[in-house]
Each structure stands twice: as structure tokens, then as C-alpha cells.
């Protein structure tokens, strides 16, 4: 039982475009929600992440929103390029502190 | 910058084999974790170790045990490997207990169960 749903699964997109991954939970006790970011090869590392205080946060071309009634959260990344493609992952903790629970990832390609 | 390495990249066992998966992290972090990475199912928690010699499972121990003998080593355990163990091994380590922090990632280990 996922607690983290994440979609789409994969995701192409032309350079330039907005690619858009959404995120849903379940637990109302998870108040910190970072994105992983993963290339071929490598470990994931941490992209952005947001609290439940902020409907919004932006980091370049890269923007969490947070809709806490919806359960749900997403990224955008504006004008994509094709050195974003990598694998996306988000996640989601609560008071068990460290502890992550991830969603299943989306594959994104952009396209040049 | 924070190091977490792995012992291998790709590993190939034979069915029943006990199989060792080892992490190093140069940070003196405190916490550290064993997921393994499946397609579509996201990174899932095997076990963490809060401590040297402190352990706690994970949401899918089964099949896996682990050791911390020294504060930066982290070792996952295959007692006899199985096909369906077959997958990315991801480690991650935090510097302490707290809320919303950066986990940090090793390059994984691929393992095939034949």
C-alpha cells in the first residue's frame, strides 16, 4: 500500500515546455515533502522541498505547490531542458521525523 | 561535501548465496538507511540504524538483516538470496535525528539474484 502516489509514470516533453509530476498522500500527520531528483547512474539527491505552511515554493525553473486540503502536492519545471531528464521522485514525512516515504517515481525525457 | 559510497556497483549471486552490501558515509552522520529501488514502486525502507549497533526495520525487512559496527558503516545483509531480491540497493545517510532533513544519497548497488 503506497501512501505516496506519484504520476505519471513517465513523462516526454519538448524543450522549452512546462513538465508537470503530481503527487498525493494519504496521511494527514506528514508535514515535510521534498523531490528527489535521480540521473542514470547516480544516487538520488535532493531537489526542493516544502512545508504545509506555503502554498507554493520556487527554486529557479523549478516550483513545488502544495495543496494541503487536496492531499496533494506537484512539481513544475519551467522551460525544461534536456539536462533534466532523470528520474523524479517525491516523498513525504511526519512524526516519525527521518523517516521518507517516497512515491513510485516518474521518468522524464526532454526532448531537444 | 558529503560522501556515501558503496562497495559495488553491480553484483551477479546465485540463488541461496549470502550476499554482503556494504555503505561508508564520511560525514559522521548518525542516521543511516538501506532502501531498494524498484521500478514504479519508489525507493522503499528496508532498515535503518540510528546508532552504532541500533537498528530498526524498515517497511520490508523480510529476507534482509543489517549490522552497524562503526558510525560510518552501514552493512545490508542477504542471508540467502532469492530472485525476487533482485534490484537496485540504494543507502542514505542524515546527519542526526530531526525533522525535514537532506537525505544524502550513495550511487547504488545493482544486484542480480540468478
Known sequence: ?112 | DVKVTQSSRYLVKRTGEKVFLECVQDMDHENMFWYRQDPGLGLRLIYFSYDVKMKEKGDIPEGYSVSREKKERFSLILESASTNQTSMYLCASIPQTGRGQTQYFGPGTRLLVL
Open chain 1, 1 to 112: 500500500q503506497q501512501q505516496v502516489k506519484q504520476s505519471p509514470q513517465s513523462l516526454i516533453v519538448q524543450k522549452g515546455g512546462i513538465s508537470i509530476i503530481n503527487c498525493a498522500y494519504e496521511n494527514t500527520a506528514f508535514d515535510y515533502f521534498p523531490w528527489y531528483q535521480q540521473f542514470p547512474g547516480k544516487g538520488p539527491a535532493l531537489l526542493i522541498a516544502i512545508r504545509p505552511d506555503v502554498s507554493e515554493k520556487k527554486e529557479g525553473r523549478f516550483t513545488i505547490s502544495f495543496n494541503k486540503s487536496a492531499k496533494q502536492f506537484s512539481l513544475h519545471i519551467m522551460d525544461s531542458q534536456p539536462g533534466d531528464s532523470a528520474t523524479y521522485f517525491c516523498a513525504a514525512s511526519g512524526n516519525a521525523g527521518n523517516m521518507l516515504t517516497f512515491g513510485g517515481g516518474t521518468r522524464l525525457m526532454v526532448k531537444p
